[in-house]
């Protein structure tokens, strides 16, 4: 069974701060891992995806991965309000098809 | 461009009716896909179209599913009959190659009475 861990959440941090958020992962053969944002209601959008070890940096996103611990992380940078939602870390192996984490509500606060 | 598109947005129904939902992919976009989300669990894949095949259906619980894309190009998921459990929010994914992003529409929130 592959599965996805995300801690819940939610995560608060205050305006203009670094959000850390974490994920890891069961199946060693994972070879694609993506970062989702969720507003309510709404889409998931793809933000973030990331194949090799170390940091992948996009405007005030970074992407972290680590195969061997089998971890990926999200930063944000100078985080603002319009940051607040759910975050979904997947993973996907051979096949196309990500698996899912249950994602992690990010609340940032003026 | 327009996004991926789905209808209803909403829909309630009792236990033993019928549903179907619908999915408008992104223009051009030979790859289309469903998900579900039941409620405090994490998205889960049903299956994959490539224009008017099924290329995966692992994901699908059971029979009372059954999803079609005829003409490859909009996708519809019928429930029939609709159970208690088949509550949750179905959303559709549509991408120009196997390998390109995934593009999500709002999704479908279904509650079964």
């Known amino acids: 069974q592959k599965e996805v861990e995300q801690n819940s959440g939610p995560l608060s941090v205050p305006e203009g701060a670094i959000a850390s958020l974490n994920c890891t992962y069961s199946?060693?053969?994972?070879?694609?891992f993506f970062w989702y944002r969720q507003y309510s209601g709404k889409s998931p959008e793809l933000i973030m995806s990331?194949?090799?070890?170390g940091d992948k940096e996009d405007g005030r996103f970074t992407a972290q991965l680590n195969k061997a611990s089998q971890y990926v992380s999200l930063l944000i940078r100078d985080s603002q309000p319009s940051d607040s939602a759910t975050y979904l870390c997947?993973?996907?192996?051979?096949?196309?098809?990500?698996?899912f984490g249950r994602g992690t509500s990010l609340i940032v606060h003026p | 461009e327009a996004g991926v598109t789905q209808f209803p947005s909403h829909s309630v129904i009792e236990k033993g009716q019928t549903v179907t939902l619908r999915c408008d992919p992104i223009?051009?976009?030979?790859?289309l896909y469903w998900y579900r989300r039941v409620m405090g669990k994490e998205i889960k894949f049903l299956l994959h179209f490539v224009k008017e095949s099924k290329q995966d259906e692992s994901g699908m619980p059971n029979n009372r599913f059954l999803a079609e894309r005829t003409g490859g190009t909009y996708s519809t998921l019928k429930v029939q009959p609709a159970e208690l459990e088949d509550s949750g929010v179905y959303f559709c994914a549509s991408s120009q190659g196997e390998l390109g992003p995934q593009h999500f529409g709002d999704g479908t929130r279904l509650s079964i009475l």
């Open positions: 223009s051009g976009h030979d790859n």
């Open positions: 997947a993973a996907s192996g051979g096949s196309y098809i990500p698996t």
């Open positions: 199946d060693r053969g994972s070879q694609s």
């Open positions: 990331i194949y090799s070890n």
